[in-house]
């Protein structure tokens, strides 16, 4: 009976789709989807935009040693290094980067820098969303990339360069 | 800025410091309701219905597919139909690096799209030459077409590539004199 069988074969091929149906979607439902990262699953060794570290006392980890930049492949890294001073301390060590961009048009996340990092100051975190509209929008600065500042230190009070040179407080580390 | 440098309305001030602001679409001027109005749904039909070209030069068409595929599911944007033809296509994701020799065919390619038509430059070698700054590719696909997005990552995930889609749907949406433009009134 061919016509029986066309039934059969049309009644398992429509299973599979009521099936489905009734599944739950598996939809990675990236900008709707809850928490900070809107739904998007990264996994923990995921590189995205970095991140520069600061040490207990809230100085920068960073002392301008320029090994990042010398490891980078695309040469995105660009740093101007400046001596610290007793009144305006910004890293632990004798020198500190002034000026630290990083050039995403260029940058491909792979990780060199954060390998050649002997203070362990630059590191990949988990953002993504970096795109723009203007590719100059996409070279970040040192402020945007800088880590918040430790809770017993006042997670709020981001260090602020233009500030110390306009003659607020520098921020100094404990014990100096 | 103390150089003289003067950007106009584009710098605003944030936190006492002088900042350039990112730049906006359209027209300034105020327009009427009806136009306005009708601008909206225009816009809001086109930003729901971003039709991609089917158009991959290199690992980053990976991602794209990727983004295309069930997992990412861009058909939530309404942006699922990779077109073969530039002609019933809205968008081109320039997705891998652009070698000299492609430069031309992108052109064409780009000149083919009926109006209204969006670029976005997926990645580090389409958007700046990326590791490659040599002889063989073009450095910044901008060179040969407008952008309107850029995307960095190597390649980026599809995620980030979601997110340039938000972005444009944001532009598209922000987009004034759609209806005078398509009208060709003046």
Request: overall charge neutral; aromatic content about 8%; charged content about 20%.
């Amino acid at each position: 009976m061919p016509v029986l069988k066309n039934i059969a074969a049309i009644a398992k091929g429509m299973s599979i789709t009521f099936r489905e149906m009734l599944a739950p979607t598996v939809v990675e439902n990236y900008p709707d989807g809850p928490g900070p990262l809107k739904g998007a699953k990264v996994q923990e060794r995921y590189r995205g935009v970095h991140v520069l570290q600061r040490d207990e006392n809230g100085l920068e980890k960073c002392v301008a040693c320029f090994l990042c930049a010398a490891a980078c492949p695309s040469n995105c890294i660009y740093i101007e290094a400046a001596e610290n001073t007793a009144e305006h301390r910004v890293s632990g060590a004798e020198r500190y980067a002034k000026v630290y961009n990083i050039d995403y048009n260029r940058c491909i996340f792979c990780g060199y820098c954060v390998e050649a990092c002997p203070t362990d100051a630059i590191t990949h975190g988990h953002g993504f969303e970096v795109a723009a509209f203007s590719a100059s929008n996409l070279v970040y600065r040192k402020e945007q990339m800088l880590a918040p500042m430790p809770a017993h230190m006042g997670a709020n009070a981001v260090f602020n360069q233009e500030e110390v040179e306009a003659g607020a407080p520098a921020m100094v580390a404990p014990g100096e | 800025m103390s150089n003289g440098v003067s950007f106009g309305s584009y710098v605003t001030t944030e936190n006492g410091k002088r900042v350039v602001k990112e730049l906006t679409f359209g027209n300034p001027t105020p327009e009427g309701v009806v136009l306005t109005t009708l601008d909206h749904a225009v816009n809001w039909m086109r930003k729901n219905s971003i039709w991609p070209l089917t158009f991959g030069l290199a690992c980053c068409a990976i991602e794209m597919m990727s983004m295309g595929a069930s997992r990412f599911d861009i058909a939530r944007f309404g942006a699922e139909v990779f077109r073969p033809s530039p002609r019933q296509s809205d968008l081109i994701i320039i997705a891998g690096r652009v070698a000299n020799k492609m430069a031309p065919v992108i052109r064409q390619l780009w000149e083919q799209m009926p109006e209204p038509k969006w670029v976005i430059s997926m990645g580090a070698c389409a958007t700046s030459g990326g590791v490659f700054n040599n002889y063989a590719l073009v450095q910044s696909v901008n060179q040969v077409i407008p952008v309107d997005v850029y995307v960095p990552g190597c390649p980026p995930r599809p995620e980030q590539l979601i997110y340039a889609i938000t972005l444009l749907q944001e532009k598209i949406q922000k987009e004034r004199g759609t209806v005078r433009r398509a009208l060709n009134i003046k």
